[in-house]
């Protein structure tokens, strides 16, 4: 073999690792070297919120990244909830999972959906992260909760496929995660790795039935997640598990598509071995798309590069499986309209509102009899405790709930004249007893933060007009969610406005006075 020809099938070697890389990048626009690279033959780029300032801004750059590379993926985490990326600067406009999972119409679900992937493909966008169809089994899950459809596999199952066939009818590809199942964990594997320590048998009856359903639906990609599940694999988490990606998802279930690494940044992927070594260990064990994180540099790539050349050179890593995933990559990039074909842009990509869609919203709320009264026995709120709780980074710091509503409105008209008292776990609630009434407390997930906790707490003691609104998921005894709404998007904050001014009894007429 010449070394013209060993040079040639190295450069196509390299360009077959490239093509597996999926990095993120810091900046508003598609620097030089990323560019660069994707002219080289990178897969594609994750694009995340800071690197959006406008509906335009994001289809010149998506245009850039693929005129570079027309094969390239331009993915985003967009769930059409709490996570949010399109509308990062403002909350999603809209109901989120937990929400559609309560309402219980497919049909809806699949327009949400639809809708989601207009909005995309207008933006230059082909691929999203969602739906996630994990079975959120456990209530203290910090990093799954609302994002879920709900607790009971087949519902899951109905609304994970409605979300991907309304999804990819748009010409976006979905993104069915985190496989095989985060739902039933208590630790966010953006900070640690969790355990999931549930024989196969379990498996197959909760967490694998909404994947299923989404194999079935023709979900294009799977993401994987980082979790240990000692019964099936004791060594290795879900993303670079071979008995997991091979045997179970491919083998038993039988998918075909593009199987994503979850963020290798995450300390539950690269907590121990580093991005450069969980990068070859995925590919190994059957990734064939490696979402890097954020803020990558070339630097980054060069290493990830460098190592899974060398674990080709030492028979570590065949090179077959580097093509086999590189030529998946390319053929989902493939599938995408292409540029050329994109739609004008609309003056607005925020989905035309159903005049009856904050009802069925409102409908979906779980509220308590002791909330209904102390609400309509006021004709004010006098304060809300707003509880501010660190967002998993998924979530990230996206306006949420009634205040997200409140802010892209431009005036606090649901507040009125009550004051607004802020509380953390570096702010504690002071005199409760003197706040003005009816007293609100808004938050999310209030049960697992203690300060939260003792605030609500504080003052029950002391007052009895006291209304907790809970824009998360609430524990099974709701102890701390009055009103429990499943979802902090700005749609949800809308509907928390028009609840609470419903709730209220207004005040006496003129006419009545007199």
């Given at each position: ?19 597996t ?31 959006i300032?406008?509906?335009e ?22 769930e ?8 990062y ?28 992937g ?100 023709g ?18 988490p ?24 979850d ?40 290493e ?19 093509r086999?995933a590189?030529?998946?990559v ?21 989905p035309?509102?159903d005049?009856h ?30 509880i ?5 980074i998924?979530?990230?710091v ?23 008292v ?30 939260a906790?003792?605030?609500i ?37 809308e ?8 709730s ?11």
């Amino acid at each position: 073999m010449s070394a013209l020809h060993e040079t040639g099938a190295e450069t196509d070697l390299r360009r077959d690792i490239l093509t597996t890389l999926l990095p993120g990048f810091s900046g508003m626009e598609a620097p030089t070297w990323l560019l660069r690279r994707l002219a080289d033959g990178l897969g594609g780029v994750c694009v995340f919120g800071p690197n959006i300032r406008s509906v335009e801004q994001l289809r010149a750059m998506s245009t850039a990244l693929r005129t570079a590379n027309p094969l390239a993926i331009v993915a985003i985490d967009e769930e059409g909830g709490d996570v949010t990326r399109l509308f990062y600067d403002r909350g999603a406009p809209y109901p989120g999972n937990a929400v559609l999972g309560r309402v219980d119409d497919p049909e809806l679900t699949a327009r949400v959906a639809r809708a989601v992937g207009e909005a995309l493909l207008a933006t230059g966008c082909t691929v999203t992260f969602a739906p996630d169809i994990d079975v959120n089994s456990n209530p203290d899950n910090p990093v799954i909760g609302v994002r879920s459809f709900g607790a009971d596999p087949e519902l899951v199952a109905r609304h994970s496929a409605a979300w991907t066939r309304g999804l990819q009818e748009t010409g976006i590809a979905a993104s069915a995660k985190h496989f095989p199942g985060h739902g039933d964990t208590a630790t966010d594997s953006h900070l640690a790795l969790p355990v999931v320590d549930v024989p196969l048998e379990t498996l197959r009856e909760r967490e694998l039935v909404p994947f299923r359903a989404a194999i079935a639906a023709g979900t294009r990609t799977i993401m994987t997640s980082h979790i240990l599940l000692p019964q099936l694999d004791p060594d290795n988490p879900a993303t670079l598990s071979p008995r997991i990606l091979q045997g179970l998802l491919r083998g038993e279930l039988g998918f075909d598509g593009v199987i994503v690494s979850d963020a290798l940044d995450m300390h539950g992927a690269s907590g121990t071995h580093g991005i450069p070594e969980a990068a070859l260990r995925a590919l190994a064990a059957g990734c064939d798309l490696l979402c890097i994180g954020f803020d990558n540099t070339d630097s980054q790539l060069d290493e990830i590069v460098a190592a899974v050349e060398h674990a080709i050179a030492s028979g570590r890593l065949p090179a077959e499986r580097v093509r086999d995933a590189a030529r998946r990559v390319r053929e989902l990039g493939g599938s995408a309209p292409p540029v050329s074909d994109l739609p004008a842009l609309p003056p607005s990509i925020e989905p035309e509102r159903d005049g009856h869609e904050l009802a069925r919203v409102i409908g979906a709320f779980e509220v308590s009899d002791a909330a209904r009264t102390r609400l309509a026995g006021s004709a004010r709120i006098g304060t809300v405790v707003r509880i501010d709780t660190v967002a998993n980074i998924a979530v990230g710091v996206a306006p949420w709930g009634p205040f997200a509503a409140e802010a892209l409105a431009g005036a606090p008209s649901w507040l009125g004249d009550a004051e607004v008292v802020t509380v953390s776990a570096e702010r504690a609630l002071a005199g409760p007893a003197a706040l003005a009434g009816t007293v609100l407390v808004v938050g999310k997930d209030l049960h697992r933060h203690p300060f939260a906790r003792a605030a609500i707490e504080a003052l029950r003691t002391v007052r009895d007009d006291v209304v907790t609104i809970d824009l998360g998921w609430p524990s099974n005894d709701r102890a701390f969610a009055d009103v429990a709404t499943f979802g902090a998007s700005r749609l949800l904050g809308e509907a928390v406005v028009e609840f609470v001014a419903a709730s209220l009894t207004p005040p006496p007429s003129v006419a009545e006075v007199s």
